[in-house]
T-cell receptor, first 114, second 115 residues
Framework: AQKVTQAQTEISVVEKEDVTLDCVYETRDTTYYLFWYKQPPSGELVFLIRRNSFDEQNEISGRYSWNFQKSTSSFNFTITASQVVDSAVYFCALSDTGRRALTFGSGTRLQVQP | DTEVTQTPKHLVMGMTNKKSLKCEQHMGHRAMYWYKQKAKKPPELMFVYSYEKLSINESVPSRFSPECPNSSLLNLHLHALQPEDSALYLC??????????????FGPGTRLTVT
């Protein structure tokens, strides 16, 4: 069975601080995919990144960066110089290549104070 | 265009009503999904359609009935719901590829209240 753990329920930072959201996953599959989604107060889930199990390269996109480490089954997400617009719930998710269904973590609520 | 649209945005229905939620995408995606999300919880998968055929039903009660009339449309028919079915219902779509999992794009959701 697949499982995603986001141990941080809520994080509060002040604008311009860096913040890292943790994600730990469990799967018996050798090929799998990891995702991050953002859910602002409006409710719509916004896709941020997809990473497959064979690609451990870290990725940077503007203020966002992701660190994938298979050895520790982690896929952490860092926001550099956070902004108030980053306030949202962030979900880490896992999928295999068979069912293609997303298994979500419980989410981390990020509050960025001005 | 990575837009998935859902109607209505809000729906209030009684336990004896019949209503339908609609979802549409024009990205050429051949997989479509229904998720249910309760407050402060992650989305939970309900149904998956692949090439317009139901491929996954996560043991959802029969009072929820999905339908995929064509590759762009996905409906969720609701009948005799319970107050505990009140939630945000999210539709999503994705490409399909052999041995590959693509990201899912989500609509804004329908906030359903059952009275």
């Amino acid at each position: 069975a697949q499982k995603v753990t986001q141990a941080q329920t809520e994080i509060s930072v002040v604008e311009k601080e860096d913040v890292t959201l943790d994600c730990v996953y469990e799967t018996r599959d050798t090929t799998y995919y990891l995702f991050w989604y953002k859910q602002p107060p409006s409710g719509e889930l916004v896709f941020l990144i997809r990473r497959n199990s064979f690609d451990e390269q870290n990725e940077i996109s503007g203020r966002y960066s992701w660190n994938f480490q298979k050895s520790t089954s982690s896929f952490n997400f860092t926001i550099t110089a956070s902004q108030v617009v980053d306030s949202a719930v962030y979900f880490c998710a896992l999928s295999d290549t068979g069912r293609r269904a997303l298994t979500f973590g419980s989410g981390t609520r990020l509050q960025v104070q001005p | 265009d990575t837009e998935v649209t859902q109607t209505p945005k809000h729906l209030v229905m009684g336990m004896t009503n019949k209503k339908s939620l609609k979802c549409e995408q024009h990205m050429g995606h051949r997989a479509m999904y229904w998720y249910k999300q309760k407050a402060k919880k992650p989305p939970e998968l309900m149904f998956v359609y692949s090439y317009e055929k139901l491929s996954i039903n996560e043991s959802v009660p029969s009072r929820f009935s999905p339908e995929c009339p064509n590759s762009s449309l996905l409906n969720l028919h609701l009948h005799a719901l319970q107050p505990e079915d009140s939630a945000l219902y999210l539709c999503a779509s994705s490409q399909l590829g052999q041995g590959f999992t693509y990201e899912q794009y989500f609509g804004p959701g329908t906030r359903l209240t059952v009275t």
